[in-house]
């Protein structure tokens, strides 16, 4: 287990090799898998850049290794990241408070 369903929220997983299942409810009748991610993906960057807990568990599925970016060090990146990136980070923000708050 990656993260738990109501976790706070203080990294940002980048999956360098292996499958990571996002999945509400962790096993049995009552898991439903969301999605998976796959080497590369991020994940874990909604309910962080949200500043929530997280909705949904991430469960790796094989033997995985992960890159875990602390709140403190993503946040440093960010803000040092140019203009234009921060505002489009700033807009995908809201979007997805938009979306996620009909959930």
């Not at 993260?3 to 999956?15: I, Q, R, T, W």
């Not at 929530?52 to 991430?58: E, I, L, Q, V």
């Not at 290794?65 to 921060?86: G, T, Y």
């Not at 980070?89 to 009909?102: K, M, P």
Request: glycine share 8%; net charge neutral.
């Amino acid at each position: 287990m990656i993260f738990d369903k109501g976790d706070a929220a203080e990294s940002v997983y980048v999956l360098r090799s292996g499958l990571v299942d996002i999945r509400l409810g962790t096993w049995g009748k009552n898991a439903s898998t969301l999605g998976q991610v796959r080497a590369g993906e991020v994940f874990g960057e909604v309910a962080l850049l949200e500043n929530r807990c997280h909705r949904a568990s991430a469960i790796a599925r094989e033997k995985s290794v992960i890159l875990e970016i602390p709140r403190d060090e993503f946040m440093r990146r960010l803000d040092a990241a140019d203009p234009i990136m921060k505002s489009v980070v700033g807009h995908l923000i809201a979007r997805l408070q938009d979306i996620t708050s009909f959930t």
